[in-house]
């Protein structure tokens, strides 16, 4: 594999932020204003009445999908996303109830130690 510089990595964000994904999920700050809102209503009524809360990688899925949502609200039926989501909901199906190594103590991220 080719090393890049960190010209190559800066010109591929820059073409990122503002080609084709501005045109299909909005304006970066409308886009991550629309997943703030998202996200914090889901992390406040996740944590309601848990002083201990902590986010699960069920949690982390779940809210992936709302960055999708959050972006189909500019371009509904967008197909990479509907494809994201779908994803997301696998991954968020294969790792419910699945140990937290920082919850029970597993550091090493074994699901046996």
């Known amino acids: ?10 010109g591929a964000a820059a073409e990122n932020v503002g080609g084709d994904r501005r045109e299909a999920y909005g304006s970066p700050f409308d886009n991550h204003k629309r ?3 998202l996200w914090t209503f889901y992390l406040m009524e996740r944590a309601r009445g848990n002083k201990e809360f902590e986010l699960t990688p069920s949690d982390v899925a779940a809210m992936m999908i709302l960055l999708k949502i959050a972006r189909l609200v500019h371009t509904p039926g967008h197909f990479d996303s509907l494809v994201d989501i779908a994803g997301y909901a696998a991954v968020a199906w294969e790792v419910e109830d699945k140990p937290s190594e920082y919850r029970d103590g597993n550091k090493h991220g074994n699901e046996e130690n």
Do not use: V
């Open 1 to 10: 594999m080719e090393e890049l510089g960190y010209e190559e990595l800066l």
């Open 35 to 37: 997943i703030a809102w």
